[in-house]
């Protein structure tokens, strides 16, 4: 039976966390002596550290209470908190399936953590028997999945993933940065089901705020207490919730938006599968595709001669790049790029 006290560190559960000022008053009227703040300025005071306005936004668009909403600069800090609450450096392990998000694998090395990585199956998908094998190791405390997966496009099953819910006494962190593209169903309506579960999103795919860093966790109220205890008190700028805020209160733009790179993405599929030079486009529920080419350190090179980046995954899935939807005038730059190596 999953026990939070069991897994959590013992240094986390005695931290006392950092007070802040406006941990001690956070009313907005008054004369504010108490920050060590410039008087002057438009920018000069601190935001909200818990980012309420931010979190009543999004509890009104995903159906999702207060208590069970974490704020984060990017999910990226939202993997880092989980690896510094859950796992003792040099000690205890997480574990994830590759090919997978490579920050995962940084963010354990920078934790001292050792990372068990899951070769996925010939489809990309989580075989559960590869997996149980660990699920009752005492020192696994942390197992992390992406879906839809980068690099590889496509969703786990979601019955394999509930299994693994079911019997595992760690966390899992399902990470869901492309979850808006895709038609399958979000981890998020089963964190009152599991305790140990955390789903992550992100501002930074189909709302377009890659350069505001907003991520969110959502998971039971004791791991969201845990990660509030833990995060910098500042963590997410004013300005950065304003753009999220702004973002969610004109989902016009964002469905209008949405759904141009769902058009571009099919356009871009017909037109790479008729290139000679793809072998093979795997499939995808997120905004770019993984493909298989002739050559793909060549393929890349080329690319870049010719001023069109795209990323080139040869070392982790072989002869393959990774290609992002863009607008109709770049994909088809891209396509006539590719005609000509």
Known sequence: MFDLKKITRANIQGLKPYSSARDEFSGSDGTFLDANENPFGELNRYPDPYQQELKQVIKEDRNV??????VGNGSDEIIDLLFRI????????????????????????????????????DEFDIDYSSV?????????????????????????????VERILKTFNGVVLIDEAYVDFTKEKSFVELIDMYPNLVVSQTMSKAWGLA??????????????????????????????????????????????????????????YNSLSELEIVIKIYPSEANFFLVETQNANQVYNELVNQKIIVRNRNNIVRNCVRITVGTGDENELLIQALKSI
């Open 65 to 70: 209470d207060l208590k069970n909403i974490f």
């Open 86 to 121: 859950f796992c003792n450096p040099a000690s205890e392990k997480a574990l994830t399936f590759s090919p997978a998000y490579g920050m995962y694998d940084v963010t354990a090395n920078i934790n001292d953590v050792e990372l068990i990585k899951i070769n996925l199956n």
């Open 132 to 160: 149980e094998p660990f699920i009752s190791n005492s020192d696994l405390k942390l197992i992390l999945i992406c879906s839809p997966n980068n690099p590889t496009g496509n969703c786990p099953d979601f019955d394999v």
């Open 211 to 268: 350069s505001a860093r907003v991520g969110f966790a959502y998971a039971d109220s004791t791991i969201i207490d845990l990660l509030n205890k833990v995060k910098p008190p500042y963590n997410v700028s004013g300005l950065n919730q304003k753009a999220a805020i702004e973002a969610i209160n004109r989902k016009d733009i964002y469905q209008k938006n949405k759904n141009r790179i769902l058009e571009e993405k099919e356009k871009l």
